[in-house]
């Protein structure tokens, strides 16, 4: 029987990974974070200097590249050459330069190939921006996920600041919207509804009514 790949596909902060991570929990299939990966990505150039306009001194970093997820007490970790980057990865910093990064043909080439090995037998829930387009044409589920912007970015403020971040709520806005901006208009492979997708716009609904709502869609599926 052929394993089950849900694609949950959609703008920053609308809440993608916690549907999927409550959706692959309830399923019993293994959760991929493709953004995590970006985002480990963009930490390593930040740390390194990479020039991102040096096709050379990119390629060079991505051969040094591993990203690893490791799940302990039904927490995922991100692992960056086996060193913990989980919190650091969702710092301003990686935030403000992750857009650019994704947007350079090598490193989404490099991405993809991870992550269509970790679909390749399993049941997986994948959430990011071109699951469904790019990564998984022929997923049994798509889903397009949608919010308004400034329920979005209260949100993620709130995220931020219980973490102990300084920032205001007017940053995470510029952020959120910028990285939408980068994200639907880049040449590779950009941010665009699959036309097969499902679009889930949780403005309005709780954490329960968008488990219950893609889980429908997956009993439809099978
Ligand atoms: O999902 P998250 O917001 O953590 O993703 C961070 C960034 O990584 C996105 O804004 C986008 O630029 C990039 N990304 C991507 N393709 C994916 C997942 C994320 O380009 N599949």
Do not use: W
């Given at each position: 029987?052929?394993?089950?790949?849900?694609?949950?596909?959609?703008?920053?902060?609308?809440?993608?990974?916690?549907?999927?991570?409550?959706?692959?929990?309830k399923?019993?299939?293994?959760?991929?974070?493709?953004?995590?990966?970006y985002?480990?990505?963009?930490?390593?150039?930040?740390?390194?200097?990479?020039?991102?306009?040096?096709?050379?001194?990119?390629?060079?970093?991505?051969?040094?590249?591993?990203?690893?997820?490791?799940?302990?007490?039904?927490?995922?970790?991100?692992l960056?050459?086996?060193?913990?980057?989980?919190?650091?990865?969702?710092?301003?910093?990686?935030?403000?330069?992750?857009?650019?990064?994704?947007a350079?043909?090598?490193?989404?080439?490099?991405?993809?190939?991870?992550?269509?090995?970790?679909?390749?037998?399993?049941?997986?829930v994948?959430?990011?921006?071109?699951?469904?387009?790019?990564?998984?044409?022929?997923?049994?589920?798509?889903?397009?996920?949608?919010?308004?912007?400034?329920?979005?970015?209260?949100?993620?403020?709130?995220?931020?600041?219980?973490?102990?971040?300084?920032?205001?709520?007017?940053?995470?806005?510029?952020?959120i919207?910028?990285?939408?901006?980068?994200?639907?208009?880049?040449?590779?492979?950009?941010?665009?509804?699959?036309?097969?997708?499902i679009?889930?716009?949780?403005?309005?609904?709780?954490?329960?009514?968008?488990?219950?709502?893609?889980?429908?869609?997956?009993?439809?599926?099978?």
């Open positions: 029987k052929k394993n089950i790949i849900i694609a949950i596909d959609g703008y920053s902060s609308c809440g993608k990974s916690t549907v999927a991570k409550a959706l692959a929990n399923l019993h299939y293994v959760y991929v974070d493709s953004g995590a990966m985002r480990a990505v963009t930490l390593y150039f930040l740390r390194n200097n990479i020039d991102v306009t040096n096709e050379e001194q990119v390629q060079n970093a991505l051969e040094h590249i591993h990203i690893d997820f490791h799940k302990e007490e039904g927490v995922t970790h991100v960056l050459n086996e060193e913990d980057v989980s919190d650091e990865i969702r710092q301003m910093p990686v935030s403000e330069n992750v857009s650019t990064v994704s350079i043909k090598s490193v989404r080439q490099a991405m993809v190939k991870q992550q269509q090995k970790m679909g390749a037998r399993k049941n997986v994948m959430d990011g921006r071109d699951i469904g387009t790019a990564v998984f044409p022929h997923a049994q589920v798509k889903i397009f996920m949608t919010a308004d912007p400034k329920i979005r970015a209260e949100r993620r403020y709130l995220e931020l600041k219980n973490k102990g971040e300084n920032i205001t709520l007017e940053e995470v806005f510029e952020n919207a910028h990285r939408d901006y980068q994200d639907t208009t880049r040449k590779e492979s950009p941010l665009v509804r699959a036309e097969d997708a679009i889930l716009d949780n403005t309005d609904m709780t954490e329960e009514q968008q488990l219950d709502f893609v889980l429908d869609k997956v009993g439809k599926a099978k």
